[in-house]
Nanobody
Framework: QVQLVESGGGLVQTGGSLTLSCAAS????????MGWFRQAPGKERELVAA????????YYADSVKGRSTISRDNARNTVYLQMNSLKPEDTAAYYC???????????????????WGQGTQVTVSS
């Protein structure tokens, strides 16, 4: 079992920045590929970013590419999502997720993550 707890959400103005954190506990964090998802009201959950176990390989959805950075600190069992130049359309609940993967060099872009956090709300005002 892996427990994930997100933090860092809040209300921010258009053009502002936020850094979301996700603290993991339970099984060794380094065994898991990590992802950040978001879900806005009435919309499907979408993958925003993903990162490999070693933190080297990263994926970004087109909607956030160039404005966001995913990173992880395996010593602190934490994954981050830094978001800049925020837009009203970034408003959503943001979730981190973990998937046990065998390779250290790959990220997972599907939705079949094994563990999910409870989410943190990001609201961008116009």
């Amino acid at each position: 079992q892996v427990q994930l707890v997100e933090s860092g959400g809040g209300l921010v103005q258009t053009g502002g920045s936020l850094t979301l954190s996700c603290a993991a506990s339970g099984r060794p964090f380094v065994l898991y590929g990590m992802g950040w998802f978001r879900q806005a009201p009435g919309k499907e959950r979408e993958l925003v970013a993903a990162i490999s176990r070693n933190g080297v390989f990263k994926y970004y959805a087109d909607s956030v590419k160039g404005r966001s950075t995913i990173s992880r600190d395996n010593a602190r069992n934490t994954v981050y999502l830094q978001m800049n130049s925020l837009k009203p359309e970034d408003t959503a609940a943001y979730y981190c997720a973990a998937k046990l993967v065998t390779s250290t060099n790959t990220y997972f872009t599907g939705t079949e993550y094994s563990y999910w956090g409870q989410g943190t709300q990001v609201t961008v005002s116009s």
